[in-house]
């Protein structure tokens, strides 16, 4: 008797202990200086936080314009800047750029940042032996050096219309020789905040770099909290353990969030053109008037209604609002199933076609994959939705084994890859090849824009895959966060603009 | 005893070998994950040969295995940390959330189940065993979501999920309760059942009505006689829940977003980061056959009868 109340007696001080322990939240609140911690919710963890042993989103995300940075940066709206560079000069045959560097930017070690800190990492990312994720983007390079302390030459094998750009995502980063070694568990960089601490599993601290080469960051401290759950995340926001969702997993969720005044909804764009890939050697995939067929059985309004409650821009080609050569090219399928059953009869297959539809784990592709899947039943073509995990996904239908498949390009301007025939959809035109070479390698930019126009068109009319529609950037912030971006045109959460109002 | 230690070093022997080679049948290649969509064949074949996925399949296996018995389960393809150093970091979190749960459950379900047999066919009983259906329904991670809004969103007593450090030993705590209680929620209402109907069977026993007819109160009789009868079915059904639990600890921690063993697993996985899965596996069986073999071991001390019989 007197042992089962002692042990009642016990749980009971226990509890009560544990739950009056620390009240309210943790995380949020201000730190004894003016400045605040603001913590950040995403979804993926960085499986190691050195950019050129990874090709992991979730590594350019946390660390990209905050601890490492480029030569070069994409501000909100696309478009190429200085970052450690503050003005380059390009050479007359297009092959040269001379970039003038920042004179007084150090390493958060103290060591100055110079010439021959990029000769090195550009150097190293280009090694085949390096097996960098990226190295692709390093193949225009020809060779790099160091004119003097600040100055870099980077001679280019032929002008090249991507290199720069690219340079500013996330594999342009420059990294110590000397931090190579520990850049997967110990970055350090040249940004406006300096890596503090990972507790894997939880979350990513980063500290303000007071001695910041550029304008200062008006937080102390950011923490990115990984949460897998969509559910656990919006809990999260809710309860006040984290400040922003950096991306929102489910737009549905949004709604409670927009009718309620101590949050901001903030809906931008990306640079994800979502689409189902068809596989154009396949079978009856292989004639262009099946293509077209399917391409007319799809209602694009349906499936962005259905499948992002309403949230993302329709497209009709391999290009987003926002890059130099976009046209619109929705109005060349509009949704017509009528038509799409007399191409299909046209070309032999009015009934007993039918298809597997490989569908990778995000959400937009399983239910993108659904709607489509009754809407081509509508036309006569019988769809296996078959969902796989995102490895299998890389090493089954990114290899060509497939026949459609719904995924979202991630990667900005790639609409070059409709020129590589060994690409997973296996398109060979020789004269979209010829045009995609040629605006690569043309330096005046109007023309370029005319060529790429034209690539779009032609890939548009051979009906190569079915384009579905711009992924949206979708987040959601405590009322009094100002600053944080509204597009995410490259895998980066930059918080050097964030800070809290009042 | 040396007998029993020997099938539990083989059945280990044997469990890691077989899910060493169902992670190499998995689709998918580790190398292509780390390299991306913008890799060439050639710097794929490069990495698969620096990670050493190029040798014959007994070859890994038995790389690995020379070093798992060494407590050196390797190095993470993908995060190049040491595999037997994160799965240690993650079961600071991990086991104390198994056992909590394990030891809530016991708290719910013993009084339960005793008020419930000794008040058979009344009112308490039916109470309990309604209470017992929802609870085995009730999926864990919903119980987590209940209480995560009720108890840390509404009233924020405590937090959401996430976890700090042991060095703030309240706060962990605070961190481990929802989820432990969430866990406990639905083996509770399982054990529940089966702590009823053994302390029933053992009401029935010829010794109980001795000991009353001594004098003693039908409390009295269950606790000095009755309840070292019904622990020995009781202990082994814990030994069976214990496996259940641990894999509801994984789905609850992804509903608390903390730092186990279960994410890791998870993680490892989409990431194909072959090696972590190997060695938590590995350490998950240990733990289910560790405990069928303490279990096996209890029954001796818990009934005396079974040690002169063997």
């Known amino acids: 008797m007197i042992q089962r109340r002692a042990l009642a007696a016990t749980l009971i001080a226990s509890l009560l202990l544990v739950a009056c322990g620390s009240s309210g939240t943790n995380g949020t609140t201000p730190t004894t200086s003016a400045r605040p911690t603001i913590s950040v919710g995403s979804t993926l963890e960085p499986p190691t936080l050195d950019p050129t042993k990874s090709s992991a989103a979730a590594i350019p995300e946390v660390l990209r314009d905050n601890v490492l940075q480029g030569l070069v940066r994409l501000d909100d709206a696309g478009q190429v800047q200085p970052q450690l560079a503050t003005k380059w000069d390009l050479s007359s045959d297009g092959t040269v750029y001379t970039f003038h560097l920042v004179t007084n930017a150090k390493w958060h070690d103290g060591t100055p940042f110079t010439a021959s800190d990029v000769v090195f990492a550009f150097t190293h990312d280009a090694d085949p032996a390096t097996t960098h994720p990226f190295a692709a983007q390093f193949a225009p390079m020809a060779s790099v050096s160091a004119v003097d302390t600040h100055t870099v030459k980077v001679t280019l094998k032929q002008f090249s219309a991507n290199w720069l750009y690219d340079m500013a995502l996330g594999a342009g980063v420059i990294y110590e020789q000397k931090n190579l070694p520990t850049l997967a568990t110990d970055p350090i960089g040249t940004g406006p905040f300096k890596f503090d601490h990972w507790v894997r599993g939880d979350s990513i601290t980063l500290v303000r770099n007071d001695a910041y080469w550029g304008t200062k960051p008006l937080v102390q401290k950011v923490v990115f909290k990984y949460i897998t759950d969509p559910n656990a995340m919006n809990n999260a926001l809710t309860a006040g353990d984290i400040d922003i969702i950096s991306r929102v997993s489910g737009p549905e969720q949004l709604t409670s969030f927009k009718s309620n005044p101590k949050f901001n909804v903030i809906q931008g764009t990306t640079a994800t053109k979502v689409i189902m890939a068809m596989n154009n050697t396949d079978g009856a995939l292989a004639d262009v008037r099946v293509r077209q067929a399917i391409s007319y059985a799809i209602d694009r309004k349906a499936v962005i209604d259905g499948a992002q409650s309403g949230y993302g821009v329709p497209l009709g080609s391999h290009s987003v609002p926002g890059d130099p050569w976009y046209v619109d090219l929705t109005g060349v399928y509009p949704y017509n199933p009528t038509k799409a059953k007399e191409l299909l009869a046209a070309s032999g297959h009015a009934t007993g076609l039918s298809f597997t539809l490989t569908l990778p784990p995000p959400s937009y592709a399983q239910r993108s994959g659904q709607i489509i899947a009754d809407e081509l039943k509508a036309v006569g073509i019988n769809i296996k939705i078959q969902s796989v995990e995102f490895p299998a996904w890389l090493s089954g239908a990114f290899k060509g084994k497939f026949d459609l498949t719904i995924i979202g390009h991630v990667e900005p301007r790639d609409i070059y890859q409709f020129g590589n025939t060994a690409y997973y959809w296996h398109y060979n035109n020789a004269q979209v090849q010829a045009w995609l070479k040629q605006a690569d390698a043309q330096p005046d930019a109007s023309q370029r824009n005319a060529l790429y126009e034209k690539v779009e068109r032609q890939i548009t009319s051979d009906a190569v895959d079915a384009w579905l529609f711009v992924l949206p950037s979708l987040a959601v912030t405590k009322s009094d966060i100002v600053g944080y971006q509204k597009n995410r045109l490259m895998p980066s959460i930059d918080m050097s603009d964030v800070y809290v109002k009042g | ?310």
């Open chain 2, 1 to 310: 005893m040396t007998r029993r230690l020997g099938i539990l070093g083989l059945s280990l022997l044997v469990a890691s070998a077989l899910v060493f080679v169902f992670l190499r049948v998995l689709p998918g290649d580790p190398a292509e994950v780390i390299l991306g969509t913008r890799a060439t064949p050639v710097a794929v074949a490069q990495l698969r040969h620096t990670l050493g996925l190029d040798a014959p399949l007994w070859l890994q296996y038995l790389r690995w295995a020379g070093g798992a018995v060494h407590g050196d389960f390797g190095v993470s393809y993908v995060s190049s940390a040491s595999v037997g150093q994160q799965i240690a970091q993650r079961l600071q979190v991990s086991a104390p959330l198994a056992v909590m749960g394990m030891v809530l459950s016991l708290l719910i379900a013993l009084p339960l189940g005793i008020t419930a047999a000794t008040h058979h066919r009344r009112a308490a009983d039916v109470i309990v065993s309604a209470f017992s259906q929802v609870g085995i329904a009730v999926p864990a991670f919903w119980a987590g979501f209940l209480l995560i809004t009720l108890l840390a969103v509404k009233l924020g007593w405590f937090p959401a999920g996430g976890f700090g450090d042991w060095s703030d030993p309240v706060g962990a705590l605070r961190s481990l309760l929802l989820p432990a209680i969430s866990l406990a929620l639905v083996q509770g209402a399982i054990l529940a059942r089966y702590v009823r109907s053994a302390v029933l069977e053992v009401m029935r026993e010829d010794f109980i009505r001795t000991a009353r007819a001594k004098g003693m109160t039908r409390g009295q009789a269950l606790w000095r006689h009755g309840l070292r009868n019904a622990a020995v079915p009781l202990v082994t059904v814990l030994g069976l829940q214990w496996s259940y639990l641990l894999v509801g600890a994984i789905v609850v921690e992804n509903v608390f977003y903390l730092p186990g063993l279960g994410r890791l697993l998870l993680q490892a996985l989409g990431n194909r980061d072959l090696l972590v899965v190997q060695g938590i596996v590995t350490v998950l069986t240990a733990a289910v056959l560790l405990v069928n073999f303490a279990t096996d071991i209890s029954y001796r001390a818990l009934d005396p009868r079974l040690q002169a019989a063997s």
